[in-house]
């Protein structure tokens, strides 16, 4: 069974930074690769980063160069550092991952990830 509980979200300055938490009840956490997705008011899911087993990690290009996915294999937790955030991040940030076969082939679509947590809000103030 799979479980992710995102944290960290809240109001935050345009400009300023956020750093969101993903704790993942997976017995095989360290070799699954995991994935954040944001959903903006109106807009369908998107990428946001992929971080693999082996902690490479992938950006989607709009974040690329001010976010920064991590993760801590000890304590189950993967990390998306937000940096320089603009208005346009306002959304509901999610945390997905797939079953482990697959888990570190990054995709950038929703519909192919099979797990998911219920999301943290970020919203920009300017």
């Known amino acids: 069974q799979v479980q992710l509980v995102e944290s960290g979200g809240g109001l935050v300055q345009t400009g300023g930074s956020l750093r969101l938490s993903c704790a993942a009840s997976i017995r095989t956490f360290s070799s699954r690769g995991m994935a954040w997705f944001r959903q903006a008011p109106g807009k369908e899911r998107r990428f946001v980063a992929a971080v693999k087993w082996n902690t490479g990690t992938t950006y989607a290009d709009s974040v690329s160069g001010r976010f920064t996915s991590s993760r801590d294999n000890a304590k189950n937790m993967v990390y998306l550092q937000m940096n320089r955030l603009k208005p346009e991040a306002t959304a509901v940030y999610y945390c997905?991952?797939?079953?482990?076969?697959?888990?570190?082939?990054?995709?950038?679509?929703?519909?192919?990830?099979?797990?998911w947590g219920h999301g943290t809000q970020v919203t920009l103030s300017s």
């Open positions: 997905a991952t797939n079953d482990a076969h697959i888990s570190n082939y990054v995709k950038i679509s929703e519909s192919e990830y099979k797990y």
